[in-house]
């Protein structure tokens, strides 16, 4: 099965400033069939489902606001919020999508205001 | 709108079942692949079962391989999960969530509220 990582495992960042969140693969998630990777953001804020940020690892989902941005490639991602806003505070996770389950999610990394 | 309203979760002992259901509405249910994810007390999010928008296709964790099954009835726009010889570990929040896109296996873009399963004697 793919081992999904994450880090760190929390993070304190002062308002306005930038966060910046690293999830690794133990395998490729990048398709070469539709040169897409296969890779998922959520926020989950305390007492509530997840939230989708972002797919296909770089792609909004609608209404999410546009300081949360995703990136990388393959085996390395990495999830943004360029200015961190109190509402921000939650648990940040990644998930592996399609091709052969289990869709696995990463441990998470929590986000609060230092 | 979109709407799953997921329910069934229970106090239930060691070994024992139980059957959760999510019903869904706002959306063409029988076209989407629906999960089952969970999250143990405190802990992280743990996908458990997803299944195809026809019910033909399922998939499992090994965590409860042959001891859950999901299921669909698409006339009623209703996912189950039935859960037997539960044990401790399975004590978790059960959230059902719906596939973005019509191709199974997509990221969940709604989510229920979640049903608590307490395996304890």
């Known amino acids: 099965d793919i081992v999904m990582t994450q880090s760190p495992d929390s993070l304190a960042v002062s308002l306005g400033e930038r966060a910046t969140i690293n999830c690794k693969s133990s395998q490729s998630l990048l398709y070469s069939s539709n040169n897409k990777n296969y890779l998922a953001w959520y926020q989950q804020k305390p007492g509530q489902p997840p939230k989708l940020l972002i797919y296909w690892a770089s792609t909004r989902e609608s209404g999410v606001p546009d300081r949360f941005s995703g990136s990388g490639s393959g085996t390395d991602f990495t999830l943004t919020i360029s200015s961190l806003q109190a509402e921000d505070v939650a648990v940040y996770y990644c998930q592996r999508y399609y091709g052969f389950p289990p869709f696995t999610f990463g441990p998470g990394t929590k986000v609060d205001i230092k | 709108e979109v709407q799953l309203l997921d329910s069934g979760g229970a106090l239930v002992q060691p070994g024992g079942s139980l059957r959760l259901s999510c019903v869904a509405s706002g959306f063409t249910f029988s076209s989407y692949g629906m999960n089952w994810v969970r999250q143990a007390p405190g802990k992280g999010l743990e996908w458990v079962s997803g299944?195809?928008?026809?019910?033909?296709?399922?998939r499992y964790a090994d965590s409860v391989k042959g001891r859950f099954t999901i299921s669909r009835d698409n006339s009623k726009n209703t996912l189950y999960l039935q859960m037997n010889s539960l044990r401790a570990e399975d004590t978790a929040v059960y959230y059902c969530a719906k596939d973005l896109f019509t191709m199974w296996g997509s990221p969940a873009d709604y989510w229920g509220q979640g049903t608590l399963v307490t395996v304890s004697s």
């Open positions: 299944i195809s928008g026809g019910g033909d296709n399922t």
